[in-house]
């Protein structure tokens, strides 16, 4: 199976600052005959299910705020927001869907707060 | 839009028995491969189940193989898991999710909508 690690496990960031995640595979996730890297990043909000932000690495999904972008390649990525809003704060997830067969598999989770 | 409700959770025994129901509106349910993921408390998230959009196709996470099933009904736009000989580790908010491109029978995807859950307890 492949894992998926983030780090940090949680991090604290001022309003308008930037928040970096960072997630590895044990493996790639990258497919050679498309390029494409079968990584997607979610964020949950507590009490609610988790919502597709970026998906590809780095396509953003629609409606989705410009100040989320995904980055990386091949076993290592990065989930950056540019400039942290209050409406931010919640647990970061990435997931590889490379595995084929499965198990998909998703990183532990990261929890962004407002220092 | 897109609506997926789950329903079905609650509290168990050990060994016993549950079915899930996910109810799907807003798309053509009959074209899309739908997966179940769960979150026990407090917990991150973990994959269960995937079925193709035929129901030809299925798969499982080894924890839950041999107990539980996934399944579909096209005709009512529902998706089903049945979950039996149950333990406390199946104690989860038990989601269903939908994959966004359409007759895509490989079993790996990412989500575009997921459903608001159902919590499993199980428990004596």
């Known amino acids: 199976d492949i894992v998926m690690t983030q780090s940090p496990d949680s991090l604290a960031v001022s309003l308008g600052e930037r928040a970096t995640i960072n997630c590895k595979s044990s493996?790639?996730?990258?497919?050679?005959?498309?390029?494409?890297?079968?990584l997607a990043w979610y964020q949950q909000k507590p009490g609610q299910p988790p919502k597709l932000l970026i998906y590809w690495a780095s396509t953003r999904e629609s409606g989705v705020p410009d100040r989320f972008s995904g980055s990386g390649s091949g076993t290592d990525f990065t989930l950056t927001i540019s400039s942290l809003q209050a409406e931010d704060v919640a647990v970061y997830y990435c997931q590889q869907y490379y595995s084929t067969p499965p198990p998909l598999t998703f990183g532990g989770g990261t929890k962004v707060e407002i220092k | 839009q897109v609506q997926l409700v789950e329903s079905g959770g609650g509290v168990v025994q050990p060994g016993r028995s549950l079915r899930l129901s996910c109810a799907a509106s807003g798309f053509t349910f009959s074209s899309y491969g739908m997966h179940w993921v769960r979150q026990a408390p407090g917990k991150g998230l973990e994959w269960v189940a995937v079925i193709s959009y035929d129901g030809s196709n299925k798969y499982y996470a080894d924890s839950v193989k041999g107990r539980f099933t996934i399944s579909r009904d096209n005709s009512k736009n529902t998706l089903y898991l049945q979950m039996n000989s149950l333990r406390a580790e199946d104690t989860a908010v038990y989601y269903c999710?939908?994959?966004?491109?359409?007759?895509?029978?490989?079993?790996?995807?990412?989500?575009?909508?997921w459903g608001q859950g159902t919590l499993v307890t199980v428990s004596s």
């Open positions: 999710a939908k994959v966004p491109i359409p007759y895509y029978y490989g079993s790996g995807s990412y989500y575009d909508y």
């Open positions: 493996q790639s996730v990258l497919y050679s005959s498309n390029n494409k890297n079968y």
